[in-house]
């Protein structure tokens, strides 16, 4: 069956970076690209980018562009996404999900992630 | 960038009874190359990742029960659930994929009357 399985909750300074990985199993993982979504607490969905895992190429939020990089490793079936110059309003539950044709049908299970001094 | 407006922000529905809910785009999210709108419906429960129910605007997510339905075109869609039942309580969003940015509604929230 098909499963995106994220890292850990993560709690990091105003300023650091983090970087949340999201292992796909249960399918060719090169065969469907990986988007990011990042949900703030009592908040809606707000879409970060995507990455295609077969050529690497990505597309980033605007708001975000400058300060996120989506990457991925084939040999691993595992994205990465890191965050950096992290600030208070960067604290969210950040998801992947499986993308096809612009739909994102597999979400994995959200790792935490919160700033505070 | 899309802005995608929903309507309702909530609703309460009775059991048994219709819930919709209105998604606006800021522009056409209809290709077309192939006549297909770039447009999806996602539900979420709390403490849960959102669940495809809908893609393409009317095309139903396998597994989705058939209370589900979508329509709409161009810009603007609307999700029917037409027998309301407990499970449903939910936050649906929709989501458009027409541009190289996509963007999702703000969310509505669906709650039993």
């Known amino acids: 069956q098909v499963q995106l399985v994220q890292s850990g909750a993560e709690v990091k300074k105003p300023g650091a970076s983090v970087k949340v990985s999201c292992k796909g199993s249960g399918y060719t993982f090169t065969s469907y690209g990986i988007s990011w979504v990042r949900q703030a607490p009592g908040e809606g969905l707000e879409w970060m980018g995507w990455i295609s895992t077969y050529s690497g190429d990505t597309n980033y939020a605007q708001r975000l562009q400058g300060r996120v990089t989506m990457t991925t490793d084939a040999s691993t079936s595992t994205a990465y996404m890191e965050l950096r110059s992290l600030r208070s309003d960067d604290t969210a539950v950040y998801h992947c999900a499986r993308e096809y044709g612009g739909t994102l049908d597999y979400w994995g299970q959200g790792t935490l992630v919160t700033v505070s001094s | ?113």
């Open chain 2, 1 to 113: 960038d899309i802005v995608m407006t929903q309507s309702p922000d909530s609703l309460a529905v009775s059991l048994g009874e219709r819930a919709t809910i209105n998604c606006k785009s800021s522009q056409s999210v209809l290709h077309s190359s192939n006549n297909k709108n770039c447009l999806a419906w996602y539900q979420q429960k709390p403490g849960q990742p959102p669940k495809l129910l809908i893609y393409w605007a009317s095309t139903r997510e396998s597994g989705v029960p058939d209370r589900f339905s979508g329509s709409g075109s161009g810009t603007d869609f609307t999700l029917t659930i037409s027998s309301l039942q407990a499970e449903d309580v939910a936050v649906y969003y929709c989501q458009q994929c027409y541009s190289t940015l996509w963007t999702f509604g703000q969310g509505t929230k669906v709650e039993v009357k």
